[in-house]
């Protein structure tokens, strides 16, 4: 017992490794049931607010019913989908079927094992972090295609061959962007593929890869953002599942829990390619200007940010109260969002206290520029029309790979700048 | 362009046999389907993504209506034409009025006339608009529709305050008008058109321009005037061709000869020309309500009809513009109080028959856009 104790305590003290990297197995399954909620809870939340932000694009209010302004809309909905009858059609392929949605769920679960949320707030460290993320990403395609597969129907399997060719077309200029990125880390002597050693080298450089040797870490970042929305099979890449021409697409014959499962693995994958893009080009958990507004006051003006915006929502939730009809009916709405309010305040409010802001502040920027990544996302659906196949796979093979392509050799001849005039002068002088 | 007569009918006897050995796949589309718009079901015989040829079996929402026509009296019908095309119901109306007061020999009173067409234009509007919101829904811009729902709506509410109906108004009756329009009835469609105007601006900008959009629509369903006029095709696809062919000004019905307005044509026939055309159509339609809204003359609403109404032996074909298309009722009397026979000409119907040669070769994707872009209401398909 004491021994069991002491194992456990052991790592308390570390900040230099994370859990994984240090071998502590306790924390590390502490960790990753940390993720797995909060990755839970936050696609709950997406549910919520993309079904809010796009009505509210669309001149409509979305979910008002279900507690106040549909705030327990989402649960309801998970309840719904739990409750439903679990179908397997009779022609489906029964074993295959059943296996599908957990392989998609799998491969957008783990990939979140190397994310890192702070400097040892992630589950592990590998030195191989963004190869594994790329590789266990890219292995949802296989549970999209055995599922439409085995659904033994055309429309899903029509969704499948669509949502296989996409995905694998769109990684080639996807891992083109990435390596560009890395290549930023290995220019500059302490390259790594590290999730935290990308982040690290961002603050040594004291610049987000976004912005180094500019245009061309932007140019980057631009493709594997487009990259990543096809790769999430989203709207204006939601072919795979394109409703209006294949009703659901490779999801077409699931329904109840299964279907959540595909649900879930598609706003978590969402949420995986956005850490990427965050971690590569905007600094993963880094406060804005760490280098430039460096000085210890600005730290303390910094910190303070994460309660301030819990404390604002739930301002905003007190403000709503005020302005939500007067009549009976509406007490238990009104009371329960001055509650949600209340809750958010509060944990704003722990948020400020001294000790605990300087450990959340990290996960707090982290979660704030995958957020914005989210409301791209959002933005996209409300804003554009669907791309048509051929034209998906012209933009990925004719547009993006060969910009991809060139990026990469002017990254390199950029960052080697140095060496080739070196080179370049000595071939003149002999 | 394929000349629609040496098209080979499908082979749908034996799917099974190229089902995953050539490439080639059979899929049913509808009836029961997001994008058929109602009850379409298209055969598709594919390659891949490429569409082989395809089928249209119609008939799910078949209700019988020229049928019914011969055991109801002239003014019991009118009813039932709105419930054809029901998003363009007061042109419906219209058509079927005008062509039993051409086999009666009577004629509007000048002020129902104006009303006729600020409301069948307002409907013109009404029927574009939800058009345009389900198109782009089909293309996957979602929220288009939502924006013309929205507008959309203020027509209906004129509709409503004016007839107590916002879609199957049964707006006229034959020989003009049963309802004076109410008091602030021209205030409400000026309103309504400095309103609106703003709003197809706003659609034009989140369509007209996008990148997608154009990939999406231009060289879509291309289909060429000859085989427009060959199949019968009218309305908006067939100005799309490049034909210059709009009832209104062809042979003009209802007082359209008293106002100025340009009929918008394309050139390459595809489906970003025909969004184009209608979209120009829908300042056009604005255009000739503003003239129509000032000046509406006073008078009468409604001519002299014979309460029990016997036109003379003999038949009639009278058509209108409707916002789909060429719209005609072909009327036979024998003498007596019901019509002998009534036959409608549906624009979605016969527009319908285009869809084969438009999506041969084409994606499937492509054949949503195109059923879209046909701009066909099942409830005038199969009547």
């Known amino acids: 017992m004491h021994e069991l104790i002491e194992y456990i305590t052991s790592y308390l003290g570390n900040t230099t490794q994370t859990p994984g990297a240090a071998g502590n197995f306790f924390w590390a399954t502490v960790y990753i049931l940390l993720v797995f909620v909060g990755l839970s809870v936050a696609v709950i939340a997406m549910n919520w607010l993309e079904r809010k932000i796009l009505a509210h694009m669309q001149v409509r209010l979305g979910p008002m019913r279900v507690g106040p302004h549909g705030l327990l809309q989402p649960i309801a909905d998970a309840l719904k989908l739990l409750l439903k009858e679990d179908i397997i059609p ?23 094992v190397v994310v890192p949320f702070g400097p040892t707030a992630a589950i592990t460290d590998m030195n191989i972090g963004i190869l594994f993320m790329l590789g266990v990403s890219s292995l949802s395609v296989l549970g999209i295609v055995t599922a439409g597969w085995a659904s033994n129907s055309h429309y899903p399997l029509i969704g499948a061959l669509r949502s296989s060719a996409q995905m694998v077309s769109y990684e080639v200029a996807m891992g083109l962007a990435v390596v560009s990125a890395i290549m930023m880390t290995s220019l500059s002597d302490h390259g790594t593929l590290s999730m935290i050693g990308i982040v690290e080298a961002q603050r040594a450089d004291g610049i987000w890869f976004l912005f180094k040797f500019f245009p061309l870490g932007l140019i980057a970042f631009v493709i594997f953002a487009i990259a990543m929305v096809a790769e999430t099979n989203r709207a204006p890449f939601d072919l795979p599942e394109a409703e209006s021409e294949l009703t659901a697409g490779f999801h077409t014959e699931y329904s109840g829990f ?82 949600f309010g209340t809750l958010l305040a509060l944990i704003g409010l722990v948020m400020l206290v001294h000790g605990v802001r300087e450990h959340v502040q990290n996960v707090f920027w982290f979660a ?33 790979l060969p910009t991809g392509l060139a990026l990469l050799i002017l990254t390199a001849a950029f960052g080697m700048r140095a060496e080739i005039w070196q080179q370049l002068q000595e071939a003149f002088h002999s | 362009m394929t000349d629609p007569k ?82 363009a119901a007061v042109s419906n109306g219209l058509g079927y009025c005008e062509a039993v007061e051409k086999l009666l020999s009577v004629e509007a009173p000048p002020r129902a006339q104006y009303i006729r067409v600020i409301l069948t234009e307002l409907n013109r509007i009404a029927s574009h608009q939800l058009w345009l919101g389900t198109h782009a829904l089909d293309i996957g811009a979602i929220t288009p529709l939502f924006y013309t729902f929205r507008d959309r709506e203020e027509i209906l509410k004129i509709f409503e305050k004016y007839c107590g109906a916002r879609l199957t108004t049964h707006a006229f009756r034959i020989g003009g008008l049963q309802y004076e329009a109410y008091d602030g009835f021209e205030k409400d469609v000026k309103n309504f058109v400095n309103f609106v105007k703003p709003k197809i601006d706003e659609y034009e900008e989140l369509l007209t321009t996008n990148r997608i959009w154009l990939e999406r629509t231009k060289g879509v369903g291309v289909i060429s005037g000859k085989d427009c006029i060959a199949l019968g095709v009218t309305g908006p696809v067939l100005r799309a061709s490049g034909v210059r062919w709009d009832i209104r000004k062809a042979q003009p019905y209802a007082n359209y000869k008293n106002f100025e307005f340009e009929v918008p044509t394309g050139e390459n026939g595809d489906t970003y020309d025909r969004y184009v055309v209608r979209m120009v159509e829908m300042r056009q339609s604005l255009w000739i309500i503003e003239q129509a809204v000032g000046g509406i003359p006073e008078g009468p609403i409604m001519a002299k009809v014979p309460k029990v109404m016997k036109p003379p032996v003999g038949e009639v074909y009278h058509s209108i513009e409707a916002p789909k298309g060429e719209l005609g009722y072909f009327i036979v009397s024998d003498g007596s109080t019901q019509p002998y026979r009534v036959r409608v000409r549906p624009p979605s119907f016969v527009n319908l028959q285009a869809l084969d040669v438009m999506c041969r070769g084409q994606l499937v994707a492509d054949v949503i856009a195109v059923i879209g872009t046909l701009d066909i209401v099942l409830g005038e398909v199969d009547r």
């Open chain 1, 90 to 112: 009779d022609g489906a392929d029964k074993l295959v079927f059943w296996i599908a949605p957990f392989i998609v769920v799998l491969a957008a679960f783990t990939v979140f």
């Open chain 1, 258 to 339: 299964r279907w959540s499962l595909f649900f879930l693995a598609e706003y978590s994958a969402m949420i995986a390619v956005s850490s990427i893009a965050v971690t590569l080009w905007l600094g993963g958990w880094l406060r804005p200007f760490p280098n430039a507004l460096s000085s210890p006051i600005w730290d303390q003006v910094f910190s303070l940010v994460p309660g301030a915006t819990f404390l604002f929502l739930g301002g905003l939730c007190f403000y709503n109260t005020a302005r939500m009809p007067k009549h009976p009916l509406f007490r238990i709405q009104t009371m329960g969002l001055a509650g």
């Open chain 1, 368 to 400: 704030a520029k995958v957020a914005a990544f989210m409301y791209l996302y959002i933005w996209y659906r409300g804003t554009f029309p669907r791309y048509r196949f051929d034209q998906l796979m012209r933009v990925g093979w004719k547009v993006l």
């Open chain 2, 6 to 87: 040496t098209l080979s009918p499908l082979d749908l006897d034996t799917p099974d046999k190229t089902y995953l050995d050539a490439n080639e796949l059979v899929i049913n589309m509808g009836p029961q389907h997001p994008a058929t718009h109602g009850v379409l079901r298209v055969i598709l015989r594919l390659d891949g993504e490429k569409v082989l040829g395809l089928e249209c079996v119609i008939g799910y929402l078949h209700r019988g209506v020229e049928k019914i026509a011969e055991n109801r009296t002239y003014t019991m019908f009118n009813p039932y034409v709105d419930r054809m095309d029901y998003v």
